[in-house]
């Protein structure tokens, strides 16, 4: 079994790297994500969560090595490989050649790209609130190359693919995980 890390320990190690409201609410929402994955696989929820908490670790001090970077800080830190392979799994193809193939890596790889888009197509609604939010309202965005531009839908079809899941499954299932923590995450809007 792997040396867990706390979600406490995880959260300083996070803030220490990352100061900016935005991305602690992306690495919130993909914890959130993460956790209620990890749960509909039977799996340790809060591992997955954690995974998803860390994922982006070095993003903000070091864009230009991202991946590279938070490996270097989660080995220094005597962090468990689990939680390295997984924030190396999310950057495949993008920022690295890991391969995601446990359930949590694909799923991390997965939805790291779809939290961002369905965080923006709730800003866009007179709600701004994923509470309300349908599965067809994101179809509609993802389909529409303008909005979010910056989100890689090809990476989100592929790890849909690797997951063996349709993509209308995984967007209900992100939706879903969000909703849990909406608060936290800024997209309880005015519900």
Not at 29 to 58: K, N
Not at 74 to 89: F, H, L, N, T
Not at 137 to 160: H, L, P, T
């Amino acid at each position: 079994m792997e040396k867990k890390l706390s979600r406490e320990d995880a959260w300083k190690l996070l803030t220490d790297y990352t100061k900016s409201p935005a991305l602690q609410q992306h690495a919130l929402a993909v914890e959130a994500v993460m956790s209620h994955f990890g749960r509909l696989s039977g799996e340790d929820e809060e591992v997955w969560g954690v995974a998803g908490l860390l994922h982006d670790l070095d993003y903000e001090q070091f864009p230009e090595e991202h991946c590279k970077k938070a490996e270097e800080i989660m080995r220094k830190e005597g962090i468990d490989e689990v939680y390295i392979r997984a924030m190396s799994c999310h950057g495949y193809g993008l920022c690295t050649d890991t391969k995601p193939e446990s359930q949590m890596e694909k799923v991390l790889y997965t939805i790291d790209e779809l939290t961002g888009l369905i965080n923006a197509a709730c800003l866009m609604r007179p709600s701004k609130s994923v509470l309300d939010l349908e599965v067809k309202s994101v179809k509609k965005k993802f389909k529409d190359k303008r909005f979010a531009a910056g989100v890689d839908r090809e990476v989100i079809r592929k790890g849909s693919e690797m997951l063996g899941m349709e993509l209308d499954e995984v967007i209900r299932e992100t939706i879903e995980g969000m909703k849990e923590k909406a608060e936290e995450i800024g997209l309880k809007g005015n519900l």
